[in-house]
């Protein structure tokens, strides 16, 4: 009898040391309230050997007595369980996991930029001065000479010095000339505005864009004299009188008669 519970005993003995030195296949499930959450990685951190559940949430994984069991997803907090006597009896274990919940830093919200705006850090430069001076160019201090052979006058023309003062020579001469048209295209056109466009056109008879050429064909009777002396009277007087021998209205009249024959 005492011969018999010996060899229990040390058979027994053997089966626990046999079971803890060989790992089995043990079973389970990972839920999260008893649904079942595929993708989960499990880690066997004394093997250092793993696998991950399926679409119903079910694994297989080799275990012994004491192993540590890691569960691992994305979505949730990590879990490590340890592999008891109770478990490699049954060879299956229920995971349930925990939600993980992940709390943002505070930001603020702002006004959409627009894709044409410019960032001032970016566009400030801020570096050296790069000019023909600091890169000591042979033309730095040149300084361009103002082309005075060609003006605008507002009146819409463009007058080429050159041939206004054709045989003259001397930029003295050029630049009085050019003075001298400009104040009269100046004063010509404020006989202008004082009559106004509507005297020309219909007590005149002088067409719009013929007006500025027929204060220019009246310079000649000193219209701007008068005007400058206010004697605004006299100048209408000019007017109306140049109005009938102006060279352009004939011309228009003949061609406005030719139409009508």
Known sequence: MRNLILFIFIITAVNLTYAQSNRLEIAGIVSLDSIPVKDVHIINLNTKTGTISNDLGEFIIPVKLGDSLSFSHINFKKKVITITKEALEVLRININLTQQIVSLKEFTLEKPRSIFEQDKDIFV??????????????????????????????????VNLDNLINALNGNNRSTKLLKKVQLEDTRLSNIRKYFSDDFFITDLQIKKEQINPFLNYCIQQNIIYHFNKKENLKVMAILLKQSKSFPLKEASDIKVTLKKD
């Open 125 to 158: 430069y801020k570096g050296p001065v790069i000019n023909a001076t600091t890169l000591n160019l042979p033309y730095a201090n040149t300084v361009a000479k103002k082309d005075g052979a060609i003006f605008k006058l507002s009146s819409g023309g463009v």
